[in-house]
């Protein structure tokens, strides 16, 4: 799935929709961290397509399965993608812009220079290679289960520490997110 974006800021909104309508299709709710994350991300990689390119470029979007049975072949998705036992959503914007991203250091009340710094922050994996003329950013969300709920007898911890694991896993390790 892929969507053409123009050299204009108006655009990032015009991606966010597209993304969420996509991310509905796959059975992913608005809610679910998942698909605020994905969105946050491509809010962020289609801004700097817009902002610091000023060429067009391509969002894409690709939804990879659990990994079938032993002996199976892989799931594709391009250089660096891996293997997740839930999956995993793929993001990519291409652009016609052949400069290298370059990750920046925010200070203070800058209002810029924070982009990839999310990305590297929020996404499982990412990178960037070239492209044609351009160069082509990806990043990768790994699709994991909801952690178990205690119901029921039991003091829960076992479960609390399950959540705190695979909540950091999928915030790639954020201490802000761990279960008190």
Known sequence: MQLEIRPD?????RARRWARSRLAGSGV??????????ILLVSELVTNAV???GCPAVLRLSFQGPPGPPGAPAAPGGPGAQETPGGFVR??????????PEPRHADGD??????????????????????????????ELDRC???PVPYGGGDGAGAAATTTAATASAYGGMAAYEAV
Do not use: Q
């Open 29 to 38: 709710a608005d809610d679910e961290p998942l698909s605020e994350t994905l």
């Open 145 to 147: 289960p909801a952690p």
């Open 9 to 13: 800021p108006a655009e990032v909104g």
């Open 51 to 53: 902002v610091h390119t």
């Open 91 to 100: 993001l990519e914007v291409a652009d016609l812009s052949p400069c290298a």
């Open 110 to 139: 800058d209002t810029n220079g924070r982009g990839l710094e999310l990305v590297d922050g929020l996404a499982d994996r990412w990178g960037w290679s070239p492209e044609g003329l351009g160069k082509r950013i990806w990043c």
